[in-house]
């Protein structure tokens, strides 16, 4: 089953269907005052996701049915004569829109017996996609009729049919609403007759197969039902949706993931059950957050049936139905539920407040810091005992596989623990971003409207694209695992990739740099932000594509290094200055986020691909547990994360309540109040969690050296070793750089390099934190002196 194979048919339906309609709407010319291609949400929702999403979930089902079991010649017939059957039912509805004496009119059909060229599109569209979407059912289906009852059993409980299914229920809902958006006519009872029979045809074929039917169908159409509730609780509020909503929904989904992803060892983390309590968290949050309610207490009560939905799920999954592999309801999953429902309170409660203009603002500034408070001091605390038991699996030296790679439990344990915790922290980003800025307002907040030069953005990404495609083999070999740690295979040397990382970083210092430069600004603390984020950027390159394997640097390597920290620092620097006051005003929070993102998506590509290439320009095979591109990528990460809490935030604060605002500083310290007691404890502890790695390392190769860090080192004393850290890394760089490359160095050397390459980061990350003046206090609070048992 190739990509292509897969992709073919969404992408035909997509262009053939919502983007020729959206292009005829564009440029054609359409009769005013009757109903437009957006009244018709068949049309634009049905027509642009949920059909496309329809046509690759079949294919998907049955490429990999088909693998197992080909489709016989004698059947290939039946296909046809279904497909010819959805021809004729979809030439039907169109005769009797055209015949119709008295038709609801649209843009498409503007008088009776009269189609424009768009509706004569539209309507040969519709009877090919009839002819299409009855032969994909109908293959999917001989496939289920010749397949064991596990195989069955297997394609129609997975999160494939759970969409698929929703998708149908989905465009029927939206096609009953658009056919009876007025009075009824034959052409609507037509279209309304053949969806019954569609549907019918469905439920009947889940009744056929062997194994169709049985308690495990529960699950796929409970989920159907949820994200049908969704598609359509969506699609209807989507016109009174603001950017805000958008926000809450993405924290709501965040947070439903991040408690999806709360298992047992053993379990797996359920996609079926991520798309339920995904869609459940995301259809209330809609729901609540546009209905036209006065009443508060309707938003606080929702997230709590909302959760008790959530729990209910996991129990019928583990409890009736005996899913395999399905986590149980625990007392730490009732804990994850604690923030999940702290989350989607304050994201529906933000997403409702903005909405309405009322006395709620001190209500607001109240559960902002109350949330910041709760999740920062009581619900993150829980996380170190889950981050502990990975510690103990990856310092385990029985715990690893054959080549000493990661065990399979090893492996399951990070992707557990990495989920939660990417899903959780941005969950709780965006409720606090959401909550901030709907009761910024009452406190000297201007929104802002400012342009933003997107040329700009859209030159650099497309730069970065590039050279991430031209280097796309060095990029593999460098996320490639040894197969066996005894014998590791050091990749092909070649500059190559160097030297196209090189150039494509000083492109985009080029094309940042002028975008700066027309600015014609300077802000002292974004200079310094900027350098310290590409410091971090810099040692991340140098640690994990070379230092770290004790490989040396070849001219190549340092050029491409140079370039793109460069590119790092003007980047940074323009999403701290530019892109947030472009022209001396305020922009937009959104399109100031959205010009975020993007330019952390670039730095992300390039610091990744940098490290890839000079790590095949060394030569050396990687020492560490995992390649460096996937290393790398992790330190990417916590940069992107320093770089929004510490960077882009307070400078988007203090943009947008200016200096004649009335007690500025009382309101930028209530604003970042929630942030700081949510992130500044938390920050704290992954700064140890990072040295801990160390302690790990030395723990599993037996080493003796360096005795700093130890696991039971408080914050204070892993702070003061910083220096001596440091200067053992730099002598242990130096004295390689000028001596003969020869036999690979003993653990203790690795140590040596790993402790300085954790300490490099730490002191960069705490230098950050003190020049942004972000966390101070909750950074203090985070100086408990606890131990960390080794």
């Known amino acids: 089953m190739t990509k292509w194979q897969v992709a073919v048919w969404p992408l035909t339906i997509f262009s053939s269907g919502y983007v020729a309609l959206r292009l005829f709407w564009s440029f054609g010319e359409h009769p005013s005052g009757l109903p437009g291609l957006y009244v018709f949400r068949s049309a634009t929702w049905g027509d642009g996701l949920l059909l496309p999403l329809l046509a690759l979930c079949l294919r998907v089902l049955t490429l990999r049915l088909r693998a197992a079991e080909p489709t016989p010649p004698s059947r290939r017939g039946t296909v046809a004569v279904v497909a010819l059957v959805g021809a004729a039912l979809g030439c039907a509805v169109v005769l009797t829109w055209f015949l119709d004496d008295h038709p609801g009119l649209n843009w498409t059909n503007p008088r009776p017996h009269y189609f424009d060229a768009a509706g004569k599109y539209h309507a040969a569209f519709l009877v090919l996609a009839s002819a299409a979407f009855a032969g994909l059912g109908a293959d999917l289906a001989v496939h289920l009729r010749r397949a064991e009852t596990a195989v069955v059993r297997k394609a129609l409980t997975s999160s494939w049919a759970c969409v698929a299914l929703a998708c149908m229920a989905g465009y029927g809902y939206l096609g009953v609403l658009d056919g009876t958006r007025g009075k009824a006519t034959a052409g609507s009872t037509v279209s309304l007759t053949v969806m019954a029979i569609a549907a019918a045809v469905v439920i009947a074929a889940m009744f056929l197969f062997r194994g169709g039917s049985g308690p495990a169908y529960v699950n796929t159409l409970v989920v159907a039902l949820i994200l049908t509730v969704f598609t359509v609780v969506f699609a209807l509020a989507h016109p009174h949706m603001s950017a805000l909503t958008y926000a809450a929904l993405v924290s709501a989904v965040l947070s439903g993931l991040g408690l999806t992803a709360t298992t047992e060892p053993g379990s797996h983390v359920s996609a079926v059950e991520a798309l339920g309590v995904c869609g459940l968290f995301g259809a209330t949050t809609v729901y609540v957050s546009t209905t036209h309610s006065d009443k508060l207490w309707v938003t606080v009560a929702a997230a709590f049936p909302a959760t008790a939905g959530a729990v209910a799920l996991r129990w019928l999954r583990a409890n009736v139905t005996h899913m395999p592999r399905q986590s149980p309801v625990t007392g730490e999953y009732g804990m994850a539920a604690g923030i999940s429902t702290c989350l989607l309170l304050s994201s529906m409660f933000a997403a409702w407040i903005s909405e309405r203009a009322g006395d709620e603002y001190i209500t607001g500034g109240f559960i902002l810091t109350v949330v910041g408070a709760v999740l920062g001091g009581v619900f993150f605390q829980y996380f170190k005992s889950d981050f502990t038991e990975l510690m103990r699996i990856e310092g385990d030296p029985t715990g690893r596989s054959q080549g000493q790679q990661a065990s399979p439990a090893q492996s399951e344990a990070a992707q557990r623990v990495w989920i939660r915790l990417a899903s959780y922290s941005l969950a709780a980003f965006s409720a606090m971003l959401v909550l901030s800025i709907s009761l910024a307002p009452s406190l000297g907040w201007h929104p802002g409207g400012a342009g933003i030069r997107w040329k700009v953005v859209s030159s650099a990404v497309g730069i970065t694209v590039l050279v991430a495609a031209l280097i796309a083999r060095t990029l593999s070999t460098a996320s490639r695992p040894h197969r066996d740690w005894a014998h590791r295979e050091a990749p092909p040397r070649t500059d190559t990739p160097a030297w196209v990382c090189a150039v494509g970083g000083t492109l985009v210092f080029v094309v940042v740099g002028t975008g700066i430069a027309r600015e014609g600004t300077f802000n002292g603390l974004a200079v310094v932000q900027a350098v310290m984020i590409a410091l971090f950027a810099t040692e991340g390159m140098l640690g994990n594509g070379a230092w770290l394997h004790v490989a040396k640097l070849t001219p190549a390597s340092r050029s491409a290094v140079a370039a793109v920290a460069l590119a790092v620092g003007v980047t940074t620097y323009w999403s701290l200055t530019g892109l947030i006051r472009p022209g001396g005003r305020s922009a937009h929070v959104g399109q100031s986020l959205s010009v975020w993102l993007c330019c952390a998506v670039l730095v992300f590509v390039l610091v990744v691909s940098t490290t890839s290439a000079v790590y095949v320009a060394g030569g050396r095979a990687y020492w560490t547990d995992y390649p460096p591109a996937k290393s790398v990528a992790q330190d990417a990460f916590l940069l992107s994360v320093l770089w929004l809490t510490l960077g882009w935030l307070p400078q988007t604060v203090l943009t947008h309540i200016p200096a004649s605002a009335p007690e500025r500083w009382a309101a930028v310290g209530t604003l970042l109040a929630g942030f700081m007691l949510t992130f500044c404890p938390p920050f704290l502890w992954t700064l140890e969690n990072n040295d801990t790695h160390v302690c790990r390392q030395r723990l599993r190769r037996g080493a003796n050296r360096p005795p700093w860090p130890a696991f039971s080192d408080s914050s204070f004393t892993r702070i003061a070793d910083l220096k001596r850290r440091i200067s ?49 206090v909750g950074m203090t609070a985070g100086f408990t002196g606890e131990s960390e048992g080794g």
């Not at 760089?733 to 001596?739: M, P």
């Not at 203790?748 to 230098?767: K, M, Y």
């Open 728 to 776: 053992a890394f730099s002598e242990c760089v130096t004295s390689h750089e000028h001596g003969v490359d020869g036999q690979e160095p003993v653990a203790d050397v690795f140590l040596v390099r790993l402790s300085g390459h954790t300490a490099a980061q730490n002191s960069i990350a705490l230098l950050l934190a003190l020049v942004s003046l972000v966390g101070a």
